[in-house]
């Protein structure tokens, strides 16, 4: 089992930058894909970004590509996703999620979840 929490959601204006994390615990996170989700309102959960257990590969959504970074740090068992120009489609709750493929983008491939951190970019 799995246990993720995310922290460092906000407010923040158009063009601002923001990092979220996701701090896990249980068994053997940094043995799986990390990956971050979001969920705007009236919207499906769409895929934003994952990273490989060794955080040597990455992939992103067409929207958040060279604006957002994803990381993971496993001797602290945290993986990040620092936002940067930010937009206000990008409002939404994000959810940090862990998958045993690797570098899923489907939100089945996942099995872990987190509850989530809210982002609101106002323009």
């Known amino acids: 089992q799995v246990q993720l929490v995310e922290s460092g959601g906000g407010l923040v204006q158009t063009g601002g930058s923001l990092r979220v994390s996701c701090a896990a615990s249980g068994r053997a996170f940094s043995s799986y894909t990390g990956g971050w989700f979001r969920q705007a309102p009236g919207k499906e959960r769409e895929f934003v970004a994952a990273?490989?257990?060794?955080?040597?590969?990455?992939l992103y959504a067409d929207s958040v590509k060279g604006r957002f970074t994803i990381s993971r740090d496993n001797a602290k068992t945290t993986v990040y996703l620092q936002m940067n120009t930010l937009k206000p489609e990008d409002t939404a709750v994000y959810y940090c999620s862990a998958s045993s493929f690797r570098l899923a983008r489907r939100h089945s491939d996942y099995v872990y979840w987190g509850q989530g951190t809210e982002v609101t970019v106002s323009s």
């Open positions: 990273i490989s257990w060794s955080g040597g590969t990455t």
